[in-house]
Structures are given as C-alpha cells and as structure tokens.
C-alpha cells in the first residue's frame, strides 16, 4: 500500500514523539529534550534522548535514532505500513487508500474487523481461563514444581481449561457463535455438528503477536497423554509458520542480554525466563521457518537455535539452517546450541546454573561450522570420494548465503577441504547446476498468419517413419521414408545419400515464416511474474523498492500496489490463492495476461530466482531515481528542501549503479 508523502507529515504533526517512546521507555526531563535509558541496547546510565521541539529521539551509545514511526518500527518490530496505521489509530485518522478500487478497500476493512473481533474472543477467552488458573490445585502444583512463580506466571497470562466438555458456554452467551469455531476455540463435529471446547484440562499458554493481542492458545497436558501439546488451528489471525511464542514478552530482553535463544516448547520459555534468560522464544509446533528468523532479527543480530542433541534434534536444526542462511548476512550471528541427550534448557541451567548454560550459548556451534558439518555428514573426508561428496551437498547450502564475506570464506574452507582451489569448486559447482538446472520449455511457436497454415514440425518425425534405417542390411543402402513427393521436410536426397537442407552459404535454406516477433518482456513483466510466482521474495524487499514498484507506470503500478497490500494483509500466498481473491480487482487483466502467456512461470533454482528479481529491482529503482531527481530539480525553484532531495535521489542513484555494476 503506497501512502502518501503528505499523510505521514500530517501524521507526525499530530503524534507525540515523547507519548509514544514514553509509553515503553521511562524519560526524566533534562534541559530542553527528556532522557532515559536505551531500549536498543543495555547501558546503566542513560545517553538515550527525545527531543520534543524536533520530534525526534537519538541514542548516543548504539546511533538509533527516528521519529515516532521509526521508533515503532525498531522497538516493537512492526512493517513501514503496520507502523503508520497504529499512529492513526492512535490519532483517530484513517490512512488513504485512493488507489486501490471500492471493492477491495471494503473487503480490507471487513478482514480488519473480523481480526478485531477474533483477536476479542481469545482474549475474553483468556481472562477466563486465568480466573480458573487460580482455582486449579493440580495446574498450580505443576507450575510450582516447574519453578514458575507467580510473577511470571502473570507476565505470561498462564490460565488453565476445565475438564468440561463446554466450559465456554459460561464464558460466551452466544456458544453457538460460528466465529469461535473460526478463532479455534470451539470444535464442531463433522457427523453430528455437536460443538465443544477445544481445550480441556490443560496448561494454556496464551500467543501474542508483537503488539501484544492474543492470536491464539497452546495447551500443555500435565502427564504423559497425548498429544503433549495442542495449538490453535490457522486462523485468519494465527499462522504458525509466522508467530513465535514469548516474542512480545521477550522484546526487551533480546536487546538487552543481545541475543535470541530459540526453544522447542512453550514451558521452555516460561522456565527460562524463571531462570533469567528471558530472551527465548519458540517456534509453534512447527519447523522454523524463514519468516521466524527475519522476524527475529527485528530485534536482535544474533540468534541462537536450541535443540536436543538427538536425530529429531539434528533434524530440527538442519531445518533452521535452511531457514537461516538467506539472512545471514555477515553483521549477523546464528548459531546451533546442542546440549547433551539427557537435558533441556531448563534441567541443565538447574543442574549447572546460569552461567554454565551462559557459557555453552557462547561455545555454540557458528552457522559456517553447521553448515560444512552438515554438509559432510556420511562422508569420508579422508577418502576422495567423501570430499567430492562432500562439496556436492555444500554446494545448495552455500548458494543460499547472501553475497559478502562469510559467503566468500566458506567458499575457500570448503575447497580446503576438498583438496580444491576455489576456482576450480565453483567450476564444478557451475556444471553440476547446469546439468541439475530444469530444461526450459520450448516456447509454442507464433499464431501463423494464414489461417489454412500449420506452424513448422521441425521436431516431429514424419507420420510415415515406422522404423529404424536398416543400417546393418547387407548389399543395401539406407531408407528413407518418403513424404511429399519424395522429399521429407527438413531432409533433402541427393542420390542415395542424404545432405542437410542448406549448403555452403545457406542457399537452399529457406525456412517458413514463424509469424509476428512476441512482445518484449519489460522489466516490469518480470518483476511482476517472480512475485506472483514466489510472493515471499516480498519479505527481502526494501521500503524504496516497493515506492519504485508502486510509481513505475500506470499499467504495472496498480498490480504492484495490490500484491503490497495483500502481503502486508496476511502475508505470503501461492499464486492460485492470489488468482481468487484477484477477481474483479482492476488488475486481474494484466496479472491473469502475464500469468498466462509464454515464460509465465520463472524456472530455475529459488536463489537463482532471488537473484534475478533483485537485479530488475535494482533497474526498476535507478530508473524511479532518476525520476525523482526531474522532480526535485523542477522544484528547486519554489521548494527549498527540492535541493537537498536533489542530491540525496542522486547520490542513492549512483550508489546503486557502483554496486550493480560490481556485481555483474
């Protein structure tokens, strides 16, 4: 969604910047600007200011600096778009929509209020199930003799859910609400359409999502049934493979302790934070994917994964490894903690103490390490077989790093282990994804002219040919079928023996028309097809790339706005989803010719993929730049701050030709 430039400045103008850092970081008057210490990184005495004349807070310690939106956006980890709408919410404005068309700014707000109304019922749901909480001996001896005390077990709104099969008929008047059984509270019986709780008799962990609403529950059993674990189902407000547990409780923390520790249970967080380690947080039930990671590193620049050293352990941080190397760029950190079979988090740290877990974070395994012991398992590496092996299963691990300096390093260690030079790995890397790369399609030949004409079977062999030329026949000479007149197209007799249809020059050659050259492909097209195709690529993507995308031209922009919106809404989806919700909107014409037309569907690898669309992204943006720059040079005249916009669209724009010009 592209928001106005003169909205926000209205915004700012009706936001407080010392209310809204006020509100999570404690600020002494001092002189003309207030002061308080850091919420970005930990320090004792404060060096962290606001000034209320500027509209603006700076850190003197850690350089963070911004205005109300910015700080929304660093503290509490929220979208360019998420920040802006909680300010106008906050203001009572409403952020413009004017280019998308009626129909979809209506299903946007019905979508907004049906969150709002979820988001009501599982926290209604969860006050209820603290009141039983404190009415439950059996969950209250459990929480004791993990160690919880109360006071975490309120910062973290532990409740508890009665045996009954209806308990929240108490709760909700209307138990028949269809929309309990669409935030997973209730279940509905498919044979019988009898409804019942969801949760019965369990430790219920409620999930929050970064601003703090509830989106779902977990619930823990307190002996060996099964399952151990039961999560709320996806909801229109609850996906798994994007929500963390313990992320909003552990914002602070990750900042101040400097790094994420990633557990495999809601009670692992619970216990650690106990146990003063209240920066862990937990995947849902799931395997950790890649939006978990950037989600992390919102917040912090070094995540460490922790899983029992067992085979469902490994397996669990292998798949955190895929999830993790796209993001690992070389100011970041992820490592793989693994402790010994018989302990967790929480019965090493009792056994051992704080600093000796402290200590075993510190020894963690780097990312570069896991990779290349990953990349050897089941390989001999005294063996030359086992290094070949072993650099073929690096090589799609490598490949998924960013460019810089871990990627260049891990290339020269694992051709040291090897026993190559690095030019030579990357030439065997080259072949061996050549040789694995899909074959691209032939594209369907052109619509031909005449209506009564056939497009050319260069590859069909003609209807006559039933067999093999009898090569081997003795006193014979080879066959061949006649078609025509004799003449097969695409071979021509001479004698006995067979000439290609073209001689020296090309004289004979003279092939039928293929009909009308196809349009060029526009940068545009391309950009537009990756992201139908691969809309998470959109989670890679810059503020200015979608500014670039959503101000290219008339045709494409809309498309770009829409997809923007739809991301931001609920995330990456699956082009046949987007193909649905795309009917009637006023670029389903163009996504539906692009979609539909030769080359629709990019092939080749995903980092190959990455790659490509962040080169046409870099075009699209040197081309907005240059724009932008006959804007602010028309202004100069009547705009004084033009200038100054000016020199910043070209000193951005030129930066980005020496980097793309670098890594061509």
Excluded at 55 to 73: D, P, R, S, Y
Excluded at 416 to 425: F, K, P
């Amino acid at each position: 969604m592209a928001i106005p430039q003169s909205f926000i400045q209205e915004l700012l103008s009706r936001v407080d910047v010392v209310d809204i850092v006020g509100r999570y970081v404690q600020l002494k008057k001092g002189g003309a600007n207030f002061m308080g210490l850091c919420p970005f990184h930990g320090e004792k005495s404060p060096s962290f200011t606001v000034s209320p004349s500027k509209q603006f807070f700076h850190c003197f310690g850690c350089g963070k600096n911004g205005n109300a939106i910015g700080f929304l956006m660093e503290h509490a980890g929220m979208g360019f778009v998420e920040a802006v709408q909680e300010l106008a919410n906050q203001c009572g404005l409403q952020v413009p929509q004017d280019d998308i068309s009626p129909a979809e700014r209506q299903r946007q707000a019905q979508q907004k209020q049906k969150a709002e109304t979820l988001s009501d019922l599982l926290e209604k749901a969860g006050e209820s199930y603290r009141k039983q909480l404190k009415a439950a001996p059996k969950a209250i001896e459990y929480l004791k003799k993990r160690g919880v005390s109360g006071e975490v077990s309120k910062r973290f709104g532990l409740g508890y859910a009665p045996p009954g099969w209806h308990g929240l008929a108490s709760v909700f008047a209307e138990y028949d609400n269809p929309q309990l059984e669409e935030c997973g509270l209730v279940i509905v019986g498919e044979e019988d359409s009898r409804r019942y709780d969801r949760f019965r008799d369990r430790l219920m962990f409620p999930i929050r999502n970064v601003k703090g609403e509830c989106i779902g529950f977990g619930g823990r059993v307190f002996g060996d049934e099964k399952p151990k674990y039961l999560n709320s189902p996806e909801t229109p407000v609850f996906h798994k493979g994007r929500e963390l547990y313990g992320l909003y409780e552990a914002r602070q923390s990750l900042r101040d302790m400097g790094y994420a520790l990633v557990t495999e249970g809601y009670m692992d967080v619970v216990a650690l934070a106990q146990l003063g380690f209240a920066n862990a947080v937990a995947t849902l039930g799931t395997a950790c994917t890649p939006e978990h990671v950037q989600k992390l590193f919102r917040f912090t620049d070094a995540v460490v994964f922790s899983f029992d050293g067992d085979g469902a352990g490994r397996r669990a941080a292998r798949k955190a490894l895929d999830a993790a190397l796209p993001l690992a760029t070389d100011t970041r950190s992820v490592k793989f903690l693994f402790l010994p079979s018989e302990h967790d988090p929480d019965s090493f740290i009792r056994e051992f103490g704080p600093e000796a877990f402290s200590r075993y974070v510190g020894d963690a395994t780097p990312l570069s390490r896991f990779l290349i012991d990953a990349a050897s398992e089941g390989c001999d590496l005294g063996q030359t077989e086992g290094r070949a092996h072993m650099a073929s299963n690096a090589r799609p691990l490598w490949s998924l790093l960013p460019d810089g300096a871990l990627k260049r390093q891990l290339l020269s260690e694992i051709a040291s282990l090897a026993q190559l030079d690095s030019r030579d790995l990357t030439d065997i890397w080259a072949q061996e994804a050549a040789r694995t790369a899909p074959i691209a399609r032939r594209a369907a030949p052109a619509t031909p002219t005449a209506p009564d004409s056939q497009p050319p079977e260069w590859d069909a062999p003609p209807s006559s040919w039933d067999s093999a030329p009898e090569w081997d026949a003795p006193n014979s000479q080879p066959s061949y079928p006649q078609q025509d007149g004799g003449n097969w197209r695409g071979r021509r007799e001479f004698g006995n023996r067979p000439r290609k249809p073209w001689g020296k020059k090309g004289e004979d050659w003279n092939p039928p028309q293929l009909g009308p050259r196809p349009t060029p492909v526009s940068r545009e097209d391309q950009a537009a097809r990756m992201l139908m195709c691969h809309m998470e690529f959109m989670e890679e993507m810059t503020h200015e790339d979608f500014d670039a995308l959503a101000s290219c031209n008339s045709t494409h922009a809309p498309l770009f706005r829409w997809l923007e919106a739809q991301f931001t809404e609920s995330g990456p989806r699956s082009w046949a989803v987007l193909r649905e919700q795309m009917q009637g909107a006023a670029c389903e014409v163009l996504a539906s010719k692009l979609m539909n037309g030769a080359h629709a569907t990019p092939e080749g690898e995903v980092e190959e993929l990455r790659r490509e669309l962040r080169g046409t992204l870099n075009l699209i943006l040197v081309e907005h730049l240059k724009r932008e720059e006959g804007k602010a040079l028309k202004e100069i005249a009547t705009d004084p701050t033009a200038a100054r916009r000016y020199i910043e669209f070209q000193q951005r724009r030129k930066k980005l030709s020496v980097i793309m010009s670098a890594s061509s």
